[in-house]
């Protein structure tokens, strides 16, 4: 796979979302309409769709900061080296909002989920163990113990409350569905240069983000429609 090898400053992408989403959830803590203005509430997203992307960057207490960032240092870092600095960014912000897709999706289903708020990183690491997965698959590896860890995970969100499921669920399908895209058009393949390679990378990125903000309206117009 090629893979372009910047980083910015001398920092992994890895270490600079985990600076921002440290300083910003602990900021939001004390200052609560930060809090309030980065979470993601399924009713809003017509209006304020940077939600479906700032909702990583809050989460609902220390513990759950915590956790989370533990995850995305243990995680983040291999990903990143696999997949090169720009593709790991795609992914990392697709998945969070796939996540908060799902969430608004949800409304189909219960119309309450629409006014209730989510809020963490959760949806952006599920799309990463997604991209492990596809990763492990592409070179041919035994992906036993990243489905066994999905599972448990996945089985977690379901039995314990105050647990979005739907995030979790929704940032793994899109982040194996973008790691899949990201995969194949790196793959090294005759008659096709680096360059070639890495304009079809920036244009499939774009349309990724296009899709999942017209996906968002979307939803929101069906959802409009079937509770009218």
Do not use: C
């Not at 989403?21 to 309030?36: G, R």
């Amino acid at each position: 796979m090629r893979r372009p090898a910047y980083r910015l400053q001398g920092k992994s992408i890895t270490t600079w979302i985990l600076g921002i989403t440290i300083a910003v959830s602990l900021l939001a803590t004390v200052y609560k309409p930060l809090q309030v203005w980065l979470m993601y509430v399924p009713a809003w997203s017509i209006h304020e769709p940077w939600r479906l992307l700032t909702v990583a960057l809050v989460h609902g207490g220390l513990l759950h900061l915590g956790l989370n960032m533990l995850t995305l240092y243990i995680v983040g870092n291999p990903v990143e080296q696999v997949l090169g600095a720009g593709r790991y960014l795609v992914l990392y912000a697709a998945s969070a909002m796939g996540g908060s897709l799902f969430v608004l999706a949800w409304g189909f289903v219960d119309p309450t989920s629409l006014v209730g708020a989510t809020v963490g990183a959760s949806g952006a690491l599920f799309g990463l163990f997604a991209a492990i997965f596809v990763l492990q698959k592409a070179s041919g590896s035994d992906t036993t113990s990243i489905v066994v860890l999905l599972a448990v995970n996945l089985v977690y969100g379901f039995v314990v409350s105050g647990v979005s499921w739907q995030g979790h669920l929704g940032g793994l399908i899109t982040g194996a569905l973008v790691a899949w895209i990201l995969v194949h058009l790196a793959r090294p393949r005759p008659g096709k240069t680096e360059k070639s390679q890495t304009t079809a990378t920036v244009l499939a990125s774009v349309g990724i983000f296009v899709a999942l903000l017209a996906l968002n309206y979307g939803i929101y117009w069906g959802l409009t429609q079937f509770y009218s």
